[in-house]
């Protein structure tokens, strides 16, 4: 957990989407001309979730906006007023996206996971599937982020 705290703290402020499609991503994410996509697909994994009676992602597994979870991000705390925004937003959905949108994704995904995927829906299911990283309760898009930032 503190190595993949270290390792946000060195991607903060560019682009992750494009930097795993491998194009220039000295950009901030919340310039990127492909934002709305990635926040596109994730608003339509949750209305999936929501219209089969779910939750894409499962109460104290991660944090709502940033999908850290939330002994990294404490935005959730009902006692923390003075925490309005995500220390380490735009990191995890946008790196996890352009692994699966870069050439190499789908081997690296099969390699690293044991998992394919037929399109992005299926894609982003798994992402807010329920698992235990750094030995707490998370999403299995926090292991593909920690794995990805560690080769990066």
Known sequence: MAQY???????????LFYRAIRQSWDHDFTACLRRFEVFEQRTKARQRHEQRGRKWLQPYTSCFWCLNPQSICQRAEL?????????????????CYGVFESVEGMDWLQEQFGRSFVDTEAFFDWLGEGTRFGGDDSIQAVRLAALALRSI
Do not use: F, N, Q
């Open 5 to 15: 705290r270290l390792d946000l703290a060195s991607v903060k402020g560019t682009c």
């Open 79 to 95: 006692a923390s007023k003075s925490t309005s925004v995500c220390e380490y937003r735009d990191i995890v959905l946008p790196l």
